[in-house]
């Protein structure tokens, strides 16, 4: 097999998994809290925030790429890549792969939230090698679909580094509805991730499982709106909307 087809072949794989597959650095990063030094890694609440902010703005970058698109584009389909139409309008007029730019803001949160340069360092090299994968196979489904308009497009516009030079105004106007039936469990997974950091960090320290009252309010909002929104997205229509 040539690289370039053992480079697709893993990437269609890694894609498939995208949705889980990178919650398993939690694993690793809540052993490190209990190897790491107690007087780093104490509850530090600017730094925390900071965290979180960081998290958030992830977050925030994908909803703006969400509320944009039209239906069956940029979608959370986990079995075969899917592009009835190319984006390149909006976000997609500055960056072609917005969503994993968020996706990488949204990881690196939990990460700073170790205090460790050397996990920040692995964690940007292994999130490079592990979506560079991903970018490729989906890049080269959109050259065979698409084409010449693929091509042009590419060349315009960088993979994850934005440029606002050629930014082109949106197709469709923003969708909040969209984005709250779409990115729900985003939202409420990342403050899972944080109050699971926060359970892990506080055993290794005291030797007690508890959540800072940062975390209980966070995890508790959290899930209060999980709960509505997934009420709404099964037993209404509300947040659906034509062609998104």
């Known amino acids: 097999m040539s690289l370039v087809h053992e480079l697709e072949k893993s990437g269609n794989w890694l894609f498939r998994r995208r949705s889980w597959l990178p919650a398993t650095i939690l694993v690793p990063a809540a052993a490190y809290l209990f190897i790491a030094n107690r007087s780093v890694i104490y509850f530090n609440y600017t730094w925390e925030i900071a965290c979180i902010l960081v998290s958030v703005a992830g977050e925030l970058l994908r909803s703006f790429t969400v509320g944009y698109v ?41 990460v700073m939230f170790l205090r460790s340069v050397w996990w920040v360092l692995v964690f940007i090299l292994a999130y490079w090698l592990y979506y560079e994968r991903i970018i490729f196979a989906e ?9 010449e308009a693929y091509d042009a497009w590419a060349f315009r516009v960088k993979a994850v580094f934005p440029s606002f030079r050629n930014y082109v105004r949106p197709k469709l106007p923003f969708s909040f509805r969209n984005v709250l039936r779409r990115e729900y469990n985003s939202i409420t997974n990342l403050f899972i991730v944080f109050a699971f950091l926060d359970l892990c960090r ?29 009420y709404m997205v099964k037993r209404t ?7 998104r």
């Open 70 to 110: 039209p239906r069956n584009t940029s979608g959370r389909n986990v079995i075969d890549q899917l592009a009835d139409d190319l984006n390149t309008s909006g976000i997609y007029s500055v960056v072609r792969h917005p969503l994993y730019v968020g996706n990488f803001l949204m990881w690196l949160g939990p």
């Open 139 to 147: 890049e080269q489904y959109l050259r065979r679909k698409f084409g």
């Open 202 to 230: 506080n055993l290794a320290v005291t030797g007690r499982l508890y959540l800072e009252p940062l975390y209980v309010t966070l995890l508790v909002s959290a899930l209060i709106f999980w709960a509505i929104i997934r």
């Open 237 to 243: 229509k509300f947040l659906y909307v034509e062609g």
